[in-house]
């Protein structure tokens, strides 16, 4: 994960940290309209895009006379200045100074992004990075999420956070004693998340195969389909050493769930630098990116608001009035099992990136569901 606290002088990130909570908490007041697709004419709607496009990929105010050019609409610049002029009236653009271009709003941008449609398949080149990195991902939950935090990072050059959910919310889907030595014994127990639970059990003299392998079913059957937290006490067999085996793994199963909880892991906070001219704004992103409960809430509400994509005032923290944020769920079997996102600028490449988060989404998704 790439620290962003070296970014922050010791002084700046303390009074940040008192005055984030506030706010966070405090929502950012949205547009006064429902942006809805239809409201607009096809001329309008044509400018609007040519505009908001020109923009993500310029950040300087866009005229008409780009507009004519670029959508060879039919019409002379001065009918796209009154358009634009009815636009910027209607809240979907605004002028930053006296006979600049135009830019876009949060109106405008969220016009965009409704009116995208499908945003296809991601091009030749971030096809074959997804394709590598998913042919060589193996191994544990949590190197994978880190991995796939690092790989959106950098298709997107946006800031990605790759959630894992918390043990406790995520059931067993199968659990194994595995002998070590004769003495010493581990518990494996694989949740429905993908994670991997781990944890040895030491025993003062040494396990009959026999009563490992009755343990072990009795193990599996009180254990698969519940969530850790739930496992309560281990079942009575009237076989002393089978029992007390069983009740020493489900501790250990309790106790290695207890260690993780979230796995969190935030890629690329760098890119956020040069998104901003203000130091203050950077400053204040930076300092929510730090804190993982703020970062894990805000990309839950989101999803839970039934968004892929919110911008500006809709992620409903002040400080991100300028960002845009892009998320996808990861499920395994169907079940939720983590959320990964994107935190950019408000201008960012919404095609590709909704195109890139959905892609790892699903890859991972598949990934992990086939184990």
């Known amino acids: 994960m790439t620290p962003t606290g070296a970014l922050l002088h010791d002084e700046e990130r303390s009074w940040h940290s008192r005055t984030l909570s506030a706010k966070a908490a405090r ?40 507009v004519v050019q670029s959508t060879g609409i039919g019409v002379s610049a001065a009918t796209v200045r009154n358009e634009m002029t009815v636009l910027e009236r209607d809240g979907y653009l605004m002028q930053p100074h006296t006979s600049a271009g135009r830019i876009p709003t949060e109106k405008g941008y969220r016009y965009f992004v409704d009116t995208l449609g499908d945003p296809g398949e991601l091009d030749a080149h971030r096809m074959v990075q997804v394709s590598q990195y998913f042919d060589h991902a193996h191994g544990e939950l949590e190197e994978t999420l880190k991995r796939a935090s690092q790989l959106l990072s950098r298709m997107t050059a946006t800031t990605a956070v790759v959630v894992g959910e918390a043990d406790e919310v995520a059931q067993v889907r199968s659990v194994q004693l595995v002998e070590l030595a004769s003495t010493t014994w581990m518990v494996v127990a694989v949740l429905s998340s993908g994670a991997v639970l781990k944890r040895t059990i030491e025993r003062p003299r040494g396990v009959d195969p026999d009563v490992a392998a009755r343990a072990g079913a009795v193990l599996s059957q009180h254990s698969v389909g519940r969530t850790p937290s739930d496992l309560g006490g281990a079942p009575i067999t009237g076989d002393p050493a089978v029992d007390l085996l069983v009740a020493e793994a489900v501790g250990a199963i309790a106790a290695a769930s207890g260690d993780d909880g979230h796995q969190f892991f935030l890629e690329g906070a760098s890119h956020i630098a040069s998104a901003f001219e203000a130091s203050e704004t950077l400053r204040e992103v930076l300092v929510i990116l730090e804190q993982q409960l703020v970062v894990v809430s805000l990309l839950r509400d989101v999803l839970q608001r039934g968004l892929t994509v919110a911008i500006g005032s809709e992620t409903g923290m002040e400080p991100l009035a300028e960002c845009a944020v892009v998320v996808a769920p990861i499920t395994v079997a169907g079940q939720h099992a983590g959320t990964i996102g994107v935190l950019g600028p408000t201008r960012m490449n919404y095609r590709e990136t909704l195109a890139a988060v959905a892609t790892v989404s699903n890859r991972l998704s598949s990934m992990l569901t086939d184990g």
């Open 27 to 66: 929502p950012c007041r949205g547009p006064e309209t429902t942006t809805d697709p239809e409201m607009l004419d096809d001329r309008k709607s044509a400018i609007l895009r040519a505009v908001v496009q020109q923009y993500i990929e310029t950040a300087q105010p866009v005229g008409s006379g780009h």
